[in-house]
Each structure stands twice: as C-alpha cells, then as structure tokens.
C-alpha cells in the first residue's frame, strides 16, 4: 500500500481494519503513516514524503520522490504482493500501478482522483494503470464504466467513522470547553505547504474575529510534525488572540466547534460530516494555481460544495483568502442560526448517502479482484 499524507494514511488506516478483519493472516508494508502503523502496517518510508502539494512544489522535491517510486517498484516487482492498493495520491501511485500491473500484480486503486473534477484525461493513464477503482462517491463508477474500467462504490470510510450524531458536549468537555462557549476551530491542513501559504492568514483571521467579537475560543488541531511551523505563525499574536493548539485532535474539534475556517480538502468533507458550518479557505504558489484553475470543470472547490453542487458553504480562494474576508464570512454563520441548521440538514443527507460500510464493500470488491 501507498498512502501519501495524512488524510490518506487515514483512510487506509480504516481500509486496512476491514481487510485484517477479512483476511487475519494479512500483512502489509509500503508507505504510510502512523494511523496505518497502528493496524501492523509496516512503512518502508513514511508518508510525508509524499505530502507535497501543487505544480511548483513537486518540482522541488522530484528528484527525491522519483526515487522513492523506483526502489518501492523494484522491490515489490522482486517480491510480488498478492496485491498493490495505491490510496489517492495519484500523481505518485499511478505510474507505479502501471509498472506493477504490466508485471501481472493486482492493481487497485483507492479513492478515484477527481477526474470529473479537473484533469480528465487522466481517465486514460487510469486504463493503463489498474484492474480495479474502489470509489468513494456514488456518481464516480459510471464514469469509469464508459471508458472500461472496473470500479466499485464503498462509500466513504469517514462516513463510518464519524457518528451520525455529533457528541459537540462530550468533545467540548474533554477540550476544557464549556457548553456557553463560542468556538472557532482553525485547521490550516496536514502539509507543510498548506501551513505555509494557508497558516498565517486563518490565524490573521483569528485575531480579526476576536477583535470584533472578544471572548471567541479558538483551537487549532496540529498535525504530527507541524508544530514548529504554527507556533511561529501564532507568536507575533500573542496579545491580540489566544489559539489552542491540539496535538492531532481535529475530530474532536470539529465535535466542538460553531464554526470552522478550514483548507480546501479532505477536512472539509469531515467538517460536513460533523455538521459543522465552514469558510473554506484555499492557497497555494501563484504559478501552481494558474496552471490548475485552467483545468477545473466545476465551479467549486471544496468536496461539500461539489458533492451537494451548490455553494453551500463560502470558498475564499487565492487573493480571496484575506483575514477580512474570513473572518467576515465566517462570523456570518454565527449570526445566522438558521443559516447553520439548514446546511446542517443538508450535511446529515449527505452522510447518510456516503455511509455504506466502506471497509465491507471494499473488501468484498478486493476478494473478486484476487479471484479473476
């Protein structure tokens, strides 16, 4: 298995509990991180490698991951899995998915890259690539389908994972939040360069809000490793703003909070399954965002927006992301309680459709696979 950053090393985290559940005996080895390492996975390398975001950035580390790719392939290739599964990261695990499978190794891929999103003659390199698409949302086998490729809906394993009802006074309680408390949770991403082109503004963000509305309470979940790179951008704010920063926690802060200010990606997908109301925010290098605005079909952005197709929720994006501008958007949804509940009706359908016992579906579909 490949899972190139956090939001993967989750998903495959909750992946790899159904197949252990399946298949006792199972073992499992490649590139992942520690909610994986946690089901017995053993990392050859660990998945920041990976986490390595837009254009410009990857170029900067090419040479490295480029590496990384071949020695994993050679070694696979000497020992020849009963099967890879490549999670996301589909600039990484597509070219060696289509090394292996050309070898004869089972190749799957899990969660479908946004084909019908932005870059949709990667459909073509997927054909090449791999046996089988295990897909996270209902409309996207269809799309394989018509270009002859075997894919099966599992739902969303976060789906599973996150209770239909969300414990808001329970995660309060253990984050020291009282229930009269207003809370804003700030979760600036898991890469570093997120943190770099996102971290600053939603804490700039923070400091507006408070100003405008003192006794706000602001928690910031911290991803592994990227402690050293927010306390610097918390530190020039040391007497406008207090954020407390949570090592890892963001489930629990997303139970807790009133609203969210969060970057584009997997985040928000579990911010709507909390029911939570968010400003979506999204930056990245001028020249990364160029070359990828020119290649998105849909107006949205962020996985909510595009799922329910409709501007549910506000993306601030590049320019946009101002800390005016999210600190006004997202002091918006504090002024409008019927604003929130009716997204948050529309966030529990969303979860209901996405709910279908991934790590069931998924395996059922990797037994078939291991049979043909």
């Known amino acids: 298995m490949v ?3 956090a939001s993967g090393d989750l998903l495959a985290s909750l992946l790899l509990g159904g197949l252990k559940a399946r298949w006792p005996g199972l073992t499992a080895a490649g590139i992942g991180g520690p909610k994986m390492a946690r089901q017995g996975f053993q990392a050859w390398w660990p998945h920041e490698k990976l986490a390595v975001r837009g254009y410009v950035e990857v170029l900067r580390h090419y040479r490295e991951i480029v590496g990384i790719r071949d020695q994993l392939a050679e070694r696979l290739l000497r020992d020849r899995p009963d099967a890879f599964i490549g999670v996301d990261a589909p600039d990484f695990n597509l070219d060696l998915e289509a090394r292996l499978k050309a070898a004869g190794i089972k190749a799957i891929h899990f969660v ?19 046996d089988h698409v295990l897909c996270l949302f209902p409309f996207e086998p269809e799309i394989y389908e018509r270009h002859g490729i075997a894919a099966s809906y599992v739902g969303h394993p976060l789906a599973d994972a996150i209770p239909l009802e969300v414990p808001r006074d329970a995660s309060r309680q253990v984050l020291g939040l009282t229930p009269q408390d207003t809370v804003v949770a700030l979760l600036p991403g898991s890469r570093r360069s997120e943190i770099q082109y996102i971290g ?90 160029q070359l990828m605005k020119r290649m998105k079909y849909q107006p949205w ?36 309680p019927a604003r929130c509940e009716a997204v948050q009706r529309r966030f529990q359908a969303l979860h209901l459709e996405l709910r279908r016992n991934t790590a069931q579906a998924a395996t059922d579909a990797i037994q078939k696979i291991l049979q043909a």
Not at 118 to 126: A, C, F, P, T, Y
Not at 301 to 325: C, M, S, Y
Request: with cysteine; hydrophobic share 50%; charged share 20%.
């Open 200 to 289: 600053a503004s939603l804490v700039a963000a923070a400091v507006e809000m408070n100003r405008r509305r003192p006794g706000l309470r602001f928690i910031l979940p911290v991803a592994p490793g990227l402690r050293p790179m927010i306390e610097p951008l918390l530190a020039p704010h040391a007497g406008r703003v207090r954020v407390e920063l949570l090592d890892g926690r963001s489930h629990e802060a997303l139970a807790a909070c009133d609203v969210t200010l969060v970057a584009s990606g997997t985040a928000t997908l579990e911010a709507a399954l909390f029911k939570r109301p968010m400003v979506i925010a999204y930056n990245m290098h001028w020249l990364s965002w």
């Open 301 to 336: 952005v962020g996985l909510p927006n595009i799922l329910l197709r409709d501007f549910a929720v506000p993306e601030l994006l590049q320019a946009e992301a101002t800390p005016a501008k999210l600190a006004e958007a997202a002091l918006a949804w504090l002024d409008d």
């Open 3 to 5: 899972a190139g950053e």
């Open 112 to 130: 479908s890259p946004s084909i019908w999103a932005w870059r949709g003659k990667r459909v073509e390199k997927m054909h090449r690539a791999v």
